[in-house]
């Protein structure tokens, strides 16, 4: 294990955060393994990062389907150790909890919750044994505030919240960091059009949460920021 070579998976890479986290390391010459269900999204990004594409490497993954996770893991993650997993997939409805089916429901969960435990179920052993590395979730103000139509992905990010919580207490002697990440409004493909033109002004970006991100990844002292809050400083919406 001493002789591969350091990445950050990133999960959900193809817009939004998760295509900012990618961009933030890869520029910053972290070698970074990204994945998502939209493969030609991917091979975009790792062509609009010009100079730095060679820190990315994309591939074509269902967080939901456990199956497919331990296929890559034994094909492509054994060849690399995981330094940190960024837990960044998700979805949502913006529905009121009577209006949501359960269809809605278990994909919510699926994605958001389970897809973030089969996760880390893949690269916690080599982090165990190595005695070191990261996890970070990026979740969601839902799981400090109450905001209604979101009852489902409020249960999904507050369920991987409480998940990690308990197992931060188990790994700290093995010098494993878990970090929660809870951004407010942000501006990128999981709200409409309609409501990112209405409260753009409003809405954090991308970019400028990516940034932070990677500053606390690269924290290497005994010091961990666990639970950090992101919030527009106009407020929630």
């Not at 590395?133 to 990026?138: A, K, P, Q």
């Amino acid at each position: 294990m001493a002789d591969k070579k350091n990445v950050v998976w990133i999960t959900g890479t193809s817009s939004g955060i998760g295509k900012a986290l990618a961009i933030e390391f890869a520029k910053n010459n972290i070698f970074v393994i990204g994945t998502a269900r939209r493969l030609e999204l991917l091979f975009k990004l790792k062509k609009d990062l010009g100079e730095h594409e060679n820190n990315f490497e994309p591939h074509q993954l269902d967080i939901t389907d456990y199956s497919a996770i331990d296929q890559f893991h034994k094909k492509v993650l054994s060849n690399y150790r995981v330094d940190c997993l960024i837990n960044n997939a998700g979805i949502t409805s913006f529905k009121k909890a009577i209006d949501d089916s359960i269809e809605d429901i278990e994909n919510i969960l699926r994605v958001n919750l389970f897809g973030g435990i089969y996760a880390i179920k893949t690269v916690l052993p080599d982090m165990l044994e190595k005695q070191s590395g990261t996890i970070i979730n990026i979740l969601s103000m839902v799981t400090k505030k109450v905001f209604t139509s979101s009852s489902a992905y409020t249960a999904s990010k507050s369920g991987l919240m409480g998940y990690t919580k308990v197992l931060r207490e188990e790994v700290r002697d093995k010098n494993i960091r878990i970090i929660n990440v809870s951004p407010g409004a942000t501006s990128t493909e999981i709200w409409s059009k309609e409501i990112r033109n209405k409260h753009n002004d409003s809405m954090m970006n991308s970019d400028d949460i990516a940034r932070i991100v990677f500053k606390i990844n690269s924290e290497k002292s005994n010091m961990v920021v666990e639970d950090i809050i992101l919030r527009p400083v106009k407020g929630d919406l």
